[in-house]
């Protein structure tokens, strides 16, 4: 009752000022918005990592991540692709690193969110995720004994290290090398991203505040109903719109002539070789409870050429999937709108169909895709290390 009251109030308040309404909500669409919020979340923390949410680990992470000595060439660190005032991607269609990448640069908005890591999953934590581009031969390409004779040498990383870390970096390298990622994972998880005109007019609407929610604007809207209405939510679920788990869309997956990307199916793989998973030495949670996903994740055949479902906010200008295959988001819903179904090989029910949108459709799905993001404040410079 109170949902057919609003959604009268809203047309009531929407209509004069445009030709085209603003939707009426019905009592499961509001329920179903309320879902995407609020926003922002408690804060992340990471029972795996000793240092999550420490304020020296997070001041260490982060001049950590702007250091290109991490590198082969000492000329790239994290931030040459997580770039911040890019969303913390790069633009490109694909990443370069000392060699070229086969996918797009993820953003690392919200990431300490999740619980899989890159686009394929290969991470089961932030930190882990956070090893693998220092040892990849194609992005920064260093070892353990660079990283902790780095980190030794340099007086205020290493003070930095000891106020963090309660001990100098020394001892094992490999301990210094996961030490340095936790630390970076700590800053990491601190990029969360701005409240955005979505979250006001989910608020407004679920106070009932129906001039509140007259503010948005109407194409969004509509663009809303239509994403709600699609399905899309079934994947791109809750306050950071994914489910953090993984699907096949029907982006092509080919790397080259004859060469795929299998996704998921890869990475599954790499996570149960990798050392620094989470059933590893490296986990500090003694429980155990952090691990178990991870314990019991199994990798089946319809793990081929899936990817991780992308969370939405602050999305950014593109480009869009894990290959960047699409330049922008009018390009992206063109694909959902005339996706083909022989692309789709889901053995389970098909979670993605053609939705043959209109053009003013398409454009309300964009303008919606749009409200989810909103201009981040500027960024104070890094904490020094040793004050
Ligand atoms: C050469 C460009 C490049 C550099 C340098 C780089 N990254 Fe990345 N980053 C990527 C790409 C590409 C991905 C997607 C990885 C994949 O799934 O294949 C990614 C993914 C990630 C993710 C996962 C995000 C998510 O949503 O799961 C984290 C975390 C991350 N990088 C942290 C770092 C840190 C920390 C550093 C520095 C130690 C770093 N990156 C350096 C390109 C780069
Ligand atoms: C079956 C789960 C699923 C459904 C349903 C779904 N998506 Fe996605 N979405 C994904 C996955 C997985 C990707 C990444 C695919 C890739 O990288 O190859 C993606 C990518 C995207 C992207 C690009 C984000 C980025 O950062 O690259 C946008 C935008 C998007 N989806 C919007 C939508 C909209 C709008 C709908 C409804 C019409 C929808 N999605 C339905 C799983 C889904």
């Known amino acids: 009752m109170r949902g057919l009251a609003l959604a009268a109030m809203l047309l009531a308040v929407a209509a004069p000022a445009h030709p085209q309404p603003a939707p009426a909500w019905s009592t499961e669409e509001i329920a179903a918005i309320g879902r995407h919020g609020p926003w922002p979340p408690a804060p992340a923390r990471d029972p795996s990592n000793r240092v999550s949410g420490n304020p020296a680990a997070i001041a260490l992470g ?71 581009p220092l040892l990849d031969p ?70 009932g505040d129906a001039e509140g929610a007259a503010r948005y604007p109407a194409a969004a809207g509509r663009g809303l109903k239509i994403f709600l209405g699609a399905g899309c939510a079934t994947c791109h679920f809750g306050p950071r719109f994914t489910n953090g788990e993984f699907g096949d869309v029907g982006v092509p997956f080919f790397t080259g002539p004859g060469e795929v990307d299998a996704g998921r199916f890869d990475g599954l793989a790499r996570l149960a070789d990798s050392r620094f998973n989470l059933l590893g030495p490296h986990n500090d949670d003694a429980s155990g409870a952090s691990a178990r996903r991870t314990r019991h994740v199994r990798r089946q055949h319809s793990n081929f050429g899936e990817f991780r479902v992308p969370a939405l906010r602050q999305a950014g200008e593109g480009p ?68």
């Not at 000492?74 to 913390?88: F, I, L, V």
């Not at 290493?158 to 970096?169: I, N």
């Not at 209109?358 to 020094?384: E, I, M, N, Y």
């Open 62 to 132: 982060e001049h950590l991540f702007n250091d290109a000595r991490l590198s082969a060439g000492g000329d790239m660190s994290c931030a040459t692709c997580h770039r911040p005032e890019r969303n913390w991607s790069d633009g490109r269609v694909r990443a370069v690193g000392i060699g070229e990448l086969d996918r797009r640069t993820q953003s690392l908005w919200n990431v300490g969110f999740g619980h899989w890591f890159g686009w394929d999953g290969a991470g089961d934590s932030l930190w882990a995720q956070s090893i693998r």
């Open 138 to 207: 194609r992005e920064m390409a260093v070892d353990a004994a660079r990283v902790a004779a780095t980190v030794r040498a340099d007086a205020a990383l290493a003070c930095g290290y000891q106020r963090a870390f309660g001990q100098s970096p020394g001892g094992d390298d490999e301990k210094v090398l996961v030490d340095a990622a936790k630390a970076m994972a700590a800053f990491i998880a601190t990029l969360v991203s701005p409240r955005t005109p979505f979250d006001s007019f989910r608020d407004a609407l679920l106070a």
């Open 320 to 387: 869009f999937m894990h290959n960047g295959r699409f330049a922008g988001l009018a390009d992206v819903v063109e694909h959902y709108s005339e996706v083909s179904p022989d692309r789709l090989h889901s053995d389970a029910l098909p979670l993605v169909r053609p939705l043959h949108l209109s053009t003013g459709q398409r454009d309300d799905l964009v303008a919606f895709l749009r409200s989810l993001s909103a201009d981040p404040p500027p960024r104070p410079s890094p904490a020094p290390l040793c004050p």
